[in-house]
């Protein structure tokens, strides 16, 4: 076929060349077509490739202008015929995207360029162009805007920090958390400006080794203090990541920060018990010592000469040498290696999973060599120093696995996420929702919130649904207890925030952040289930006390005024002594219904 053949060509096709060939193939795979338009003639031709994109039968009906502006969108058929004008008026390049409708209702969006052919007038004599069928690439790039948007309204609910921060430290985004973490009153106070400021100076290195490590392309995570805009310090816990362009360049860092102050302080509090005990039970695991330049032991603590002595099963001295083969060839070269470098003029730290050849046990261990020089400078030794971190080693893990917070604070996390309609129905949840209260994500937006809440909190629901559509875009509402079933059919105590984004375009719900409190509830009702039982107890029993307890008084009074005889007296002692014993039974019997009552953990402790 013809570049630009005419409709009567594809009734009777001439023999297709190579070229022709080549051209359709070329056409097929990119879902390209090629159309003229003769201004003199005033006939339009397209190619297979137009055919096909529109689904229609080139052998159906003649092609012509009117045909084709027919194909084209209504709501784009107005800036179609602009542009066209403009083209051909101003000479402007033909470059269009639009929408097309095919023969069979489809919607396609296209990307048209042509080239005008005028005569020596400036007339146009013809106008050639291709056009492309980009609704794949179209849909995908709205599917992606909408994802993002999405997940940006997400984040600026989420109540952690979530920050950009420029290659050379501008903070470049905030969200509405971050900027109160820092004491911002708006955006524009934070947003353009350094972040070092704000970090205490002593700490530093953290915060600038973790913008490095994201830099370099690796996660890392990070403690550090801030000190607020307006006065207020706090522990943060940042974990952060490099972002990168389209080319894979990485281009900025996102973090993922929280406030750990209280949890910090209790840490700092066990870590000084702790380490009172071992210093007073167990001593030091930490071991310093230092070698010759011939591998010889010069000095070391009571620790490394354990473990030396151990190795080489005889008790270990000063010029012993440190390298012994009796835990096999591999450690032998690993710690020679080490020892070399050292002795070559290097400062480094190590760090090795080991398994103690005393206790069998795996550790965590921290090794620091540094080369000892004498007055001229020249290398006479190492010390070395290594510390025993499988404790902190263990903590970290535990902390990363419980500070994954993209799909840690969506989908592993212990809150889970809903998105719900005005009538509580989710519309998004979390996988979360596994976790926490035994649904798939499938079963769970099948079900309304008010299939799952207890009848006598269901008021409560409907009333906080109708409150939170009070609030501006963006407010929530103060926390609040609910019980709702399990699927395993217990009920659990959650704690909920709802907070208004039913204006925002890419959630158009409300957000629900709610987890399990149950155990807190369950505990609480306890303590005043008990606390009134007490209560009845004292309460029925206080008159019982009082009888005996008046009788005895009374007695004692008679007695002391002097007048009775020895016949009364002897029969008032025997009252006494019986409302004395009377008294004893009923303390007998509340001290019983009290142990009743109170958990025998304290009773235990009380005998």
């Not at 106008?127 to 984040?155: A, F, H, P, V």
């Not at 509405?176 to 973490?181: D, E, R, T, V």
Request: proline share 4%; with cysteine; hydrophobic share 35%.
């Amino acid at each position: 076929m013809d570049s630009f053949p005419k409709t009567s060509e594809f009734k009777h096709p001439l023999k297709e060349t190579q070229y022709h060939l080549i051209l359709r193939q070329m056409e097929t795979l990119g879902k390209l077509g090629h159309w003229s338009f003769d201004f003199v003639n005033q006939t339009l031709h397209w190619s297979e490739g137009v055919f096909v994109i529109l689904e229609m039968d080139p052998y159906s009906t003649p092609v012509s202008l009117e045909l084709g502006y027919e194909f084209v969108h209504p709501e784009d058929k107005n800036r179609l015929i602009q542009h066209v004008e403009e083209v051909l008026k101003t000479g402007i390049p033909y470059n269009l995207e639009c929408r097309l409708v095919t023969t069979k209702g489809q919607v396609k969006s296209i990307h048209s360029q042509a080239e005008v052919i005028r005569n020596s007038s400036g007339e146009p004599l013809q106008i050639i162009g291709i056009l492309q069928d980009i609704t794949e690439r179209t849909e995908s790039y709205n599917k992606l805007k909408q994802q993002e948007l999405r997940l940006n309204s997400i984040l600026q609910s989420e109540p952690e920090c979530v920050k950009v921060v420029s290659r050379d430290g501008i903070l470049i985004e905030m969200n509405p958390a971050g900027l109160s973490m820092i004491e911002a009153d708006s955006p524009e106070d934070a947003i353009g400006q350094r972040l070092e400021p704000l970090i205490e100076p002593a700490d530093l290195k953290y915060y600038h080794t973790l913008h490095e490590n994201a830099l370099n392309g690796i996660k890392s995570s990070a403690r550090f203090r801030i000190i607020g805009m307006k006065g207020t310090e706090r522990w943060m816990e940042s974990t952060a990541v490099p972002l990168t362009n389209q080319k894979g360049e990485i281009t900025s860092v996102l973090s993922l920060t929280r406030d750990i102050s209280e949890k910090v302080i209790n840490e700092e509090k066990l870590i000084r018990i702790k380490r009172n005990q071992e210093a007073l039970i167990n001593g030091t695991s930490d071991m310093i010592w230092s070698i010759d330049t011939n591998f010889c032991l010069i000095a070391a603590n009571q620790s490394f000469l354990n473990l030396l002595s151990f190795l080489q099963q005889v008790p270990a001295k000063e010029g012993d040498s440190v390298l012994v083969k009796t835990y096999g060839e591999e450690f032998y070269y690993e710690w020679k290696g080490y020892f070399e470098r050292g002795l070559n003029g290097e400062s480094f730290i190590v760090y090795a999973n080991v398994i103690n050849p005393i206790t069998h046990e795996e550790e965590h261990r921290e090794v620091s060599f540094n080369p000892i020089r004498n007055v001229d400078g020249k290398i006479t030794g190492l010390a070395c120093f290594s510390r025993d971190i499988t404790s902190l080693t263990r903590k970290s893990k535990e902390l990363l696995l419980n500070e994954k917070r993209f799909r840690a604070l969506v989908e592993n996390g212990t809150d889970v996420i809903m998105i719900l309609n005005p009538r509580g129905q989710a519309k998004y949840v979390s996988p979360s929702i596994a976790k926490v209260m035994g649904y798939t994500e499938k079963e769970a937006l099948s079900l309304s919130l008010f299939d799952v809440v207890h009848p006598d909190d269901s008021p409560k629901l409907k009333k906080r649904l109708f409150d939170v559509l009070a609030l501006p875009m963006g407010g929530s509402l103060t926390s609040e207890t609910f019980r709702a079933k399990h699927k395993d059919g217990s009920w659990r105590y959650l704690e909920s925030t709802l907070t208004n984004l039913l204006a925002d375009e890419s959630i158009r719900g409300i957000v629900d952040n709610f987890h399990d409190v149950t155990e807190r509830e369950t505990q609480i009702e306890a303590i005043q289930t008990q606390n009134q039982k007490l209560k009845n107890i004292a309460w029925t029993q206080s008159h019982v006390v009082r009888s005996p307890l008046a009788r005895i008084l009374g007695i004692v009074e008679l007695i002391q005024t002097g007048t009775l005889s020895k016949d009364e007296e002897d029969k008032s002692l025997r009252y006494l002594f019986d409302s004395a014993n009377e008294l004893d039974k009923v303390i007998g019997e509340i001290v019983r219904k009290s142990q009743e009552v109170i958990p025998s953990e304290f009773n235990s402790k009380i005998e």
